[in-house]
């Protein structure tokens, strides 16, 4: 049992902040990082000194596997509580004061249960774990941390043999433009009429057989009902699949977990149960059908299949356009405590078009520029990149002025042009007067 080098610095790091003053860093890695050791050695330094630990988790279902994590990795669980939240804010006054108290998944902290435990125990030194810290409005964790020690990233990770490198594809199997947002995030309800749909279970299970057929995924789904369904309809397709999810008996959840383990169980549907730390086992493949504004949400979840293995390549399938809200779940993020201001929906998608492009061939997503280099060709199948073009351009004609704004596709010949944007664009190109491109559009009664 040791730290690999990066996880060393990471808990010396810790210990600096605490020395220079600080009361309360959270340390930021990637998941698959090995965040948990990180903490089990913290816990056992502290320990071996007969002080306290009180680690605080937000799901129940987590308590034990930290537990076991602990153990194995020497802690003295005689001076160490593991606990969820909100028992111990009902427990403080029978807590023994801790003199560590460390926070798993630090992004929840903000949250009253988590300052109440915080200022009942003031003297406490303590310290964070997350692979994002951030809200789901945007915002930072400047109230309840007072220094982010940011460890390697993801693509350090992959790199160095710590994460499996992965292949992202992203078919369209429903429009989800019509779903409705509340309180910050997708509706479920509203997301679930959608995806019940029929042909959108034709269309998952097909795309599943084309990229990663008999690779044992994890497929996130919108609902309890949604992922039952989904679960019915694999097994249906003669494609072994099982359903879980908070409300499922633990007896019940621990039998499916085994089959899955054992290779019985090829697919495993859920409603976001396996997320954040649920320890579930290894697998190559994430189907995405659950649409989520939530960053946080969206790493744990696409990094799911990411555990290093040698020799294997994980397979990422979203069919909610989820990358095209956050970006690829190994992008390079700077974080800071004072988070940042999330975009609007729209804006947000426009930006991640203009860095990603998905191969109409074969659903592939991948930068459109690797080091300020254009990416002509689809790396998976070489198909050509249609490469888009943001332009605005105003013209003189009949009408008036005209304003065109957005994004319009290079075509090669007049007869490609399917909008008058598209005809203005070609017009510009190959230098033309504008009213070409408006009597074109004119005769193709594309304009009035």
């Not at 097994?235 to 019985?264: L, V």
């Not at 190994?330 to 492009?357: N, S, V």
């Not at 050509?384 to 957005?406: A, N």
């Not at 007049?414 to 070609?426: N, V």
Request: charged share 30%; glycine share 8%; aromatic share 8%.
């Amino acid at each position: 049992m040791q730290l690999r080098q990066y996880q060393t610095e990471l808990v010396t790091r810790v210990s600096d902040s605490w020395r220079h003053g600080r009361k309360a860093p959270c340390i930021v890695l990637p998941c698959g990082g090995g965040k948990s050791v990180i903490v089990a050695e913290m816990a056992k330094r502290t320990t071996l000194r007969k002080r306290q630990v009180l680690f605080i988790v937000h799901r129940k279902e987590l308590c034990e596997q930290i537990e076991r994590t602990f153990r194995w990795w020497g802690v003295d669980m005689r001076c160490c509580t593991v606990m969820m939240v909100q028992t111990a804010c009902r427990r403080l006054e029978k807590l023994p004061p801790p003199t560590l108290i460390i926070t798993d998944e630090n992004h929840h902290s903000k949250a009253s249960s988590y300052t109440k435990i915080y200022e009942h125990f003031p003297q406490a030194y303590r310290v964070g774990v997350t692979a994002t810290p951030v809200r789901l409005d945007g915002s930072g964790l400047a109230d309840v941390n007072d220094e982010l020690i940011v460890g390697v990233s993801a693509k350090w990770l992959i790199e160095n043999h710590c994460l499996a490198p992965y292949d992202y594809y992203a078919p369209n199997v429903a429009d989800m433009t019509g779903v409705r947002i509340k309180r910050g995030e997708f509706d479920a309800k509203s997301a679930e009429n959608i995806m019940l749909e029929k042909k959108v279970f034709g269309d998952v299970i097909g795309y599943y057989r084309r990229f990663a057929n008999g690779v044992q995924a994890v497929c996130y789904c919108t609902t309890v009902r949604h992922s039952q369904r989904m679960a019915e309809e694999f097994s249906a397709a003669g494609i072994e699949a099982a359903h879980i999810d908070g409300s499922t008996p633990k007896t019940e959840r621990e039998r499916i977990i085994g089959e899955f383990r054992r290779g019985a169980i090829d697919i495993l549907c859920n409603v976001d149960l396996i997320s954040e730390g649920f320890d579930v086992p290894d697998c190559g493949c994430v189907i995405m059908l659950r649409p989520t504004q939530s960053l946080t949400l969206y790493i744990q979840q696409a990094m799911r299949c990411m555990r290093y293995r040698p020799g294997k390549r994980a397979v990422i399938l979203d069919h909610v356009g989820n990358y095209a809200r956050h970006g690829m779940p190994d992008d390079d993020r700077e974080w800071t405590l004072e988070g940042k201001k999330k975009q609007k929906g729209e804006r947000q998608e426009i930006a991640a078009e203009e860095r990603f492009y998905t191969c109409k061939n074969c659903y592939a997503v991948f930068p459109l520029e690797v080091n300020g280099v254009p990416t002509e060709f689809c790396p998976e199948c070489d198909t050509p990149v249609e490469r888009k073009v943001r332009k605005e351009i105003e013209t003189e004609s009949e009408t008036g002025l005209q304003k065109i704004e957005g994004f319009v596709i290079n075509t090669k010949t007049p007869e490609e042009c399917r909008t008058y944007g598209e005809l203005l664009d070609y017009a510009r190109r190959k230098g033309y007067k504008p009213g070409w491109a408006y009597f074109q559009a004119k005769k193709r009664g594309l304009i009035a």
